[in-house]
């Protein structure tokens, strides 16, 4: 059974971007650069599956510029067996990565399709649904729960009140929440290997997919700053500031 | 212009969510008409013609949309949706799921989670995790759009009187079936549309100290939520997670207790109207966005607010 995993070059979730100057975008400029949190747990859980016998080959995708190597060799250090970047300078939208890895899923044929339910610099959350409908096959987005059996998936999503578990027909794309499992850090001996695992690049030219943007940001700007308040000295005081100032309780 | 708003329910009651998608519609401007997919959900289709400045309601009743399965509902969206010039939403994870399947079904760029309206084809929306607001302008003829909740007021429940038209054919893709559903009951009050919202972090300890904000909640009718750092730690479940990951909420006042403020965690409640924070760590960043800062130790305000209460 093979397993594509998509995964995306973002900023680190540590970083608290600013937009530049002239509002134009955001400032990107020497800020360190990671895997996107959603993706690692997706490939986690492709090594996972191939651990148990589920899966038989990983094969890590990205699209984006040339630097995405370096997240296509973290997610080889932790187990994938092979890796594919669409390479390109332009900031795709999600509609556009979805298909382009269309593309890339009909060469390759996966049975399961992992992916991080969202990206932390887009905030977008659309890339798998949107794989999923160019594909006409099943999503269980939001995962925090994988068993496949046979040509069927089990899968337990993260819903609004709880929790949800359906059961799909592979082939099918699951998109990973925070609890599916906890990602296991690549040893250096893996990192190695990794260097030598292949990696091949193509181009959305090449697979035929116009990227037209259809959506354009015109500017950023930094949200309405919160103003700090006061501190209060103990509870009494805090009970009164809410009742008498703020009004919020009676 | 003619906007399609996708209902948010549960067969039974037309969830309060989707009167923020009537908003927003309204500061669009069209004709707008409500979506109703699910099964046995007549109910649910009176209550959404009741709610002010609907002009129709749309009632597709089939088993195909009992638990609004994304492939059979995104194909009834995308069948419908075709004839309007907007399709919106309001960010609930049915919302998350459905409408992207839905917008690559027409072939359009959605827009996730929209904060304002400029125009008929311009919003603002966080990225970043809410650090960044961007402005971005649609091309695509018809615009699928998620509505953040928090960023629009609730319109009217009633005042309309729409007309209720059943929508013949079912889209059944047979990609995926329901089996089960694990929906925690509670008496307190949904996070996302609680006017009080009180929560913990990785200070609380344990899962077993969350009974410390029960009190706390039950006399303020506040809903209980957490920061991610306490669902990772397992101390509560993730659906309690407020956070850009997790639920975005904005009451009138929200009492961070034992939360340091990471980016992510405020990104899901800076919008709240009155924060409160409690922290024994003077210099935790909750403190930069907190009305109230409390520096104590939880474990000894908490008891003293339940009583001053």
């Known amino acids: 059974m093979k397993v594509l995993v998509a995964v995306k070059r973002v900023v680190d979730y540590n970083v608290k971007v600013r937009p530049k100057a002239d509002g134009s975008g955001v400032d990107l400029a020497n800020v360190k650069m990671s895997i996107n949190p959603f993706c690692e747990i997706a490939v ?98 939001f995962a925090s729960e994988l068993v496949i059996d046979g040509a069927n998936a089990s899968v ?95 | 212009m003619s906007i399609l708003i996708v209902a948010e329910h549960d067969n039974s009651t037309l969830n309060v969510a989707t009167l923020n998608s009537v908003t927003a519609a309204g500061v669009i401007g069209g004709d707008v008409h409500i979506l109703v997919a699910g099964h046995g959900c007549s109910a649910v289709a009176d209550q959404a013609a009741q709610v002010m400045g609907v002009a129709k309601v749309l009632l597709a009743d089939s088993a195909a949309y009992a638990h609004a399965l994304a492939e059979n509902v995104a194909l009834l969206v995308a069948n419908l949706g075709a004839g309007y010039s907007h399709i919106l939403a309001t960010s609930t994870s049915n919302a998350k799921n459905i409408m992207p399947r839905a917008a690559a079904l027409l072939d359009v760029q959605a827009i996730s989670d929209i904060s304002a309206v400029v125009d008929a084809d311009t919003f603002k929306r966080p990225i970043y995790a ?98 991610r750092a306490a669902v990772d730690a397992g101390f509560v479940p993730n659906d309690m997670q407020v956070g850009q990951t997790g639920k975005i909420v904005a009451p009138d006042l929200y009492v961070a207790v034992g939360i340091s403020g990471a980016i992510q965690h405020l990104a899901g409640m800076k919008d709240s109207k009155v924060i409160v924070a409690i922290n024994k760590d003077e210099d935790a960043p909750i403190f930069s966005v907190a009305d109230y800062g409390l520096v104590a130790d939880l474990f000894d305000a908490l008891p003293e607010f339940e009583a001053a209460l």
């Open chain 1, 44 to 141: 986690e859980e492709a090594v996972r599956l191939k651990e148990k016998g589920v899966a038989t080959e990983i094969v890590a995708v990205t699209v984006g510029a040339q630097q995405s190597q370096e997240q296509l060799r973290t997610a080889l250090a932790l187990g994938a067996d092979r890796a594919i970047l669409v390479s390109t300078d332009e900031t795709l939208e999600p509609l556009s990565i979805a298909k382009c890895l269309k593309a890339i899923c009909d060469a390759e044929s996966p049975d399961i399709i992992l992916m991080g339910k969202q990206a932390i610099d887009g905030d977008n959350n659309q890339t798998g649904q949107m794989l999923a409908a160019l594909m006409g096959i099943g999503q269980a987005t």
């Open chain 1, 156 to 250: 337990t999503r993260e819903v609004d009140g709880g929790l949800q578990t359906l059961t799909l027909s592979l082939p099918l794309i699951v998109t990973a929440d925070l609890r599916l499992n906890e990602p296991r850090y690549a040893s250096l001996p893996n990192i190695m290997k990794a260097k030598k695992k292949p990696l091949d690049n193509t181009t959305p030219a090449d697979l035929g997919v116009d990227v037209t943007p259809r959506v354009t940001q015109l500017s950023v700007e930094l949200p309405a700053e919160r103003q700090a308040g006061i501190k209060v000295d103990d509870v009494a005081q805090l009970v009164d500031k809410l009742k008498n100032e703020a009004k919020v309780i009676s």
């Open chain 2, 130 to 227: 809410g650090n960044v607001i961007a402005t971005v302008k649609s091309s695509d003829a018809i615009k699928v759009i998620v509505v953040r909740g928090t960023a629009f007021d609730a319109c009217p429940a009633e005042g309309g009187a729409a007309a209720i038209e059943a929508v013949t054919g079912e889209h059944d893709a047979g990609k995926s079936s329901f089996v089960s559903e694990a929906v925690a009951k509670s008496d307190r009050p949904e996070l996302t549309a609680a006017e009080v919202v009180i929560s913990g972090g990785r200070g609380m300890g344990n899962g077993e100290n969350f009974a410390l904000l029960d009190g706390i909640a039950d006399k303020l009718g506040a809903a209980i939520g957490a920061s």
